[in-house]
């Protein structure tokens, strides 16, 4: 079956992307990951002086369900590549060579200067990379040198410095936005503003993943202290799936969306198509269960398709957008299916007449 998806001019064999970081963190991860079939791939955020650039161990956190262990968010506080960028442009220029069928696209980040960052989009598009994401939301670490969501954050600087890589790009344009903000069309339209022709949403939350109640350190702890980092995986895919379609009903036409947050398997993928993304992009996932995932991402989407008559991927995109509404609506639709005594049945004053867990249950759709 034919799951190729055409965004922005780019050919993806399918629409499964993996996200910025560790997944694509070098020439062998990349080519390990288009060998096992997956569509494109995001590499990990580069810049132009790696030196500037030092980890920290542990720099992972998982939060687990109490009940089975399962992990259900996971918080990072891992900095962007750490390896220098004449490795990084000959690792693209061979991954390119190799996969000229897979869409390789490069994230780039640099501090707040605009000879710096069209140097760096200059060099970069120079290697055959099909595309640019700007990270304007890594939410930690890089912070502190003014790059990544300290950008992203601010409506105004993303404006600016997405046309000064638009100036130089001859590639389309991406721009990766932080979810830590009050309203993500705002830094999305300056992006677009700015020239971009896409938005991938979302990075990482900002989190604490827990509290060692033995020592009293927030985790994770690195020599007895901690900073607030980035929270990923399951947890965070209903606060994802929300932004994309705030995006997908708010954005202009002709403007993709790269939908990521807690995608785990094809159902987790389609729910992001379904809400207007044309491509997903994991990247937790594939750190906890390995490339072979895409089999049933592609498997499940290829049956999904069959099952509902869909001939396209394209045609997935955006299905389920046209059935948000407002709340007054949802009322006036409830009278007119003749069910606003539901409605009146389930008044505030109800819930002391049963045990409050039956009453929840009682509301819940799912
Ligand atoms: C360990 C780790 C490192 C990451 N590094 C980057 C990065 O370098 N650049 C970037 O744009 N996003 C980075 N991200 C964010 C992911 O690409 C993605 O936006 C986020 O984790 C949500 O998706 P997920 O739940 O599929 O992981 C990183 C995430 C993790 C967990």
């Not at 960052?117 to 990379?129: A, H, I, N, S, Y």
């Not at 995006?247 to 198509?273: T, V």
Request: aromatic share 6%; with cysteine; charged share 25%.
């Amino acid at each position: 079956m034919d799951l190729s998806i055409t965004v922005n001019g780019m050919k993806f064999p399918n629409p499964f992307v993996l996200g910025s970081g560790p997944p694509g963190t070098n020439a062998r991860v990349l080519a390990k990951s288009f060998e096992a079939g997956w569509g494109g791939a995001v590499a990990k955020t580069v810049s132009l002086e790696s030196a500037k650039v030092v980890n920290v161990v542990p720099r992972y956190g998982k939060l687990r369900s109490r009940r089975t262990g399962e992990v259900i968010g996971f918080e990072n506080i891992e900095l962007i590549s750490d390896r220098p960028i004449d490795v990084w442009l000959e690792e693209f220029r061979q991954v390119k060579k190799e996969f000229p069928n897979h869409i390789l696209i490069a994230s780039i980040m640099e501090e707040y200067e605009k000879s710096r960052w069209q140097e760096l989009t200059r060099m970069v598009q120079d290697t055959g990379v099909d595309g640019f994401e700007l990270n304007f939301s890594c939410p930690h670490g890089m912070t502190e040198r003014k790059m990544g969501s300290e950008m992203g954050e601010h409506p105004d600087l993303t404006e600016e410095v997405t046309s000064w890589v638009t100036e130089v790009a001859t590639i389309p344009v991406w721009a990766k936005m932080t979810p830590n903000i009050t309203n993500i069309r705002e830094p999305a339209q300056a992006a677009v503003s700015g020239g971009a022709v896409g938005i991938s949403a979302i990075n990482t939350i900002l989190s604490v993943i827990g509290v060692d109640l033995d020592t009293l350190r927030p985790m994770p702890t690195v020599e007895g202290h901690c900073v607030p980092g980035g929270y990923s995986a399951q947890a965070v895919r209903p606060i994802a799936l929300r932004m994309v379609s705030q995006l997908a009903l708010g954005l202009p036409d002709g403007i993709s969306i790269s939908g990521i947050g807690g995608i785990e398997n094809s159902h987790d993928a389609l729910e992001f198509m379904l809400l207007g993304a044309s491509t997903v992009q994991i990247c937790t996932g594939v750190m906890l269960q390995g490339v072979k995932m895409i089999d049933e991402l592609i498997a499940g989407v290829e049956k999904f398709m069959v099952d509902k008559g869909f001939d396209s991927v394209e045609e997935v995109v955006g299905k389920s957008l046209p059935y948000f509404s407002t709340h007054m609506d949802l009322v006036q639709k409830m009278k007119t299916a003749k069910r606003s005594k539901a409605g009146e049945a389930s008044r505030d004053n109800e819930w002391a007449q049963k045990d409050i867990t039956e009453k929840t249950a009682e509301l819940t759709s799912n």
